[in-house]
């Protein structure tokens, strides 16, 4: 083992290497590179609450930057595919509904852009992803095996190639099903599947079935709140980043030998109304399923999971969104009167920790009111592209700076 401190400040990065088997260990024990925390700071908005529709958004599922900055935007309400100029101008729409050239019917979260300009968006409902130029017009349909949505991103590698999220298992249980990402080099001609990292942990569940009067078996299966996960996420620099968050570390699963991030941190209490809350809302949607479901997992924790979720930056970066402790605010879109309706009270701030590619800490990131992870932000370490909804709900597209972060020193 070995220390590693940067600098004499006292708030310096310090850190201890390890080396199991063939895995390199960066534990971050005190400290990070920036020497402070970074905020979020909007440098281009896209969106309004009223005004010409290509700046009014229903339902953003994806987003995505081109080369020179251009920025493209799904939205599933209309639907819509635009791009806008880089400093938020609206320029053009791609496509239409439907189910010829260039058009989609349901794209999900896949959205991404190749290095000469062309735009992928993903489409299960036709079981495709359609190709268009940087113009807008349709180039070509790469077929994939569709009826699978998924909000995650759709990754592009260091060498164009484009990752496609299907069901290894479509005929299984849903309880039992394995995806896994079809790689598509740039022409088009499908590569190799590769199998998302999967281990024999078992997640803490909750189960709801219920057999119609036809013979048919519906049934909903949903994560315990505030429980562990396990993830596997792949970066842009061709690997998997896999992590449970059981403990606060996750792994770079790289070709020159896996890189084990780890970091101390201390455990957030779930608040004991934010427990009631979830509680309730998790039994409200597994009713929908089964109108007489009774609580049949496990309890839902007291501390929460050091992290939330990874995000691999398109820079090699890896942005870790931190669990926080529970704020409690009125909810005015609470309707006492719907016997349905339950208020949404509890919130949870989003922040993450930033890492680089070797390991190291560069600290942490808050972020401001209403910034959504959902569509999956794209992440830099100069800068965050994300959705964000004010207090009326209206929705935006925002270019935030990260600001605040020293810059790393020389060593």
């Known amino acids: 083992c070995s220390a590693d401190g940067r600098g004499s400040r006292p708030d310096a ?26 905020r979020l700071v909007p440098e281009v908005s896209i969106g309004m609450f009223d005004g010409p529709e290509e700046y009014l958004f229903g339902q953003v599922v994806s987003l995505a930057r081109g080369p020179h900055g251009s920025i493209y935007v ?15 101008t609206y320029r053009a729409t791609f496509g239409r509904q439907g189910e010829g050239p260039g058009e989609y019917k349901r794209p999900d979260g896949g959205l991404n ?23 807008g017009d349709p180039l070509d349909t790469w077929r994939i095996r569709g009826n699978f949505n998924t909000s995650r ?3 592009v590698d260091r060498r164009d190639r484009a990752y496609a999220l299907i069901l290894l298992d479509p005929e299984a249980d849903v ?13 088009g001609t499908p590569g190799d599947t590769l199998q998302i990292p999967d281990t024999p942990w078992e997640p803490a569940q909750i189960v709801a079935s219920h057999e119609s009067e036809g013979g048919g078996t519906s049934m909903s299966v949903n994560s315990v709140p505030f429980s562990p996960t396990e993830m596997a996420v792949l970066s842009p620099e061709g690997y998997f980043i ?13 070709s020159q030998g896996p890189l084990r991030i780890e970091k101390a941190f201390t455990p957030v209490q779930v608040a004991s109304g934010e427990r009631a809350e979830e509680e309730a809302f998790a039994t409200r949607n597994m009713r929908y399923t089964d109108p007489s479901w009774r609580w049949n997992g496990p309890a839902i924790p007291s501390v929460k999971p050091p992290f939330r979720s990874i995000h691999p930056g398109e820079d090699g970066t890896v942005w870790v969104q931190t669990s926080q402790p529970g704020v409690k605010r009125e909810d005015p879109g609470y309707d006492p009167t719907d016997p349905r309706a339950l208020p949404d009270e509890w919130k949870e701030p989003v ?20 910034f959504s992870t959902y569509p999956e932000p794209i992440f830099t370490r100069e800068w965050v592209l994300a959705t964000v909804r004010d207090a009326y709900g209206v929705q935006t597209v925002v270019k935030f700076r990260v600001d605040g972060g020293r810059p790393d020193s020389p060593e």
């Open 74 to 88: 799904m939205d599933q309400q209309v639907p819509a595919l635009r791009v806008y100029t880089p400093d938020g």
């Open 175 to 187: 309880r039992d099903w394995t995806t896994g990402l079809v790689q598509i080099h740039p022409d």
């Open 351 to 370: 922040a993450f920790d930033v890492f680089d590619e070797e390991g190291r800490y560069l600290g942490p990131v808050t972020t401001p009111e209403g």
């Open 13 to 38: 990065w310090e850190a201890v290497y390890d080396t199991i088997g063939d895995t390199l260990v960066v534990r971050t024990v005190s400290g990070s590179v920036w020497g402070d925390t970074a």
């Open 153 to 155: 991103r759709m990754i």
């Open 242 to 254: 896999h992590a449970i968050s059981t403990e606060y570390a996750f792994t770079l699963l790289r």
């Open 113 to 135: 852009v190749l290095s000469d300009g062309r735009v992928l968006l993903r489409d299960p409902a036709n079981a495709r992803i359609q190709v268009y130029s940087s113009e």
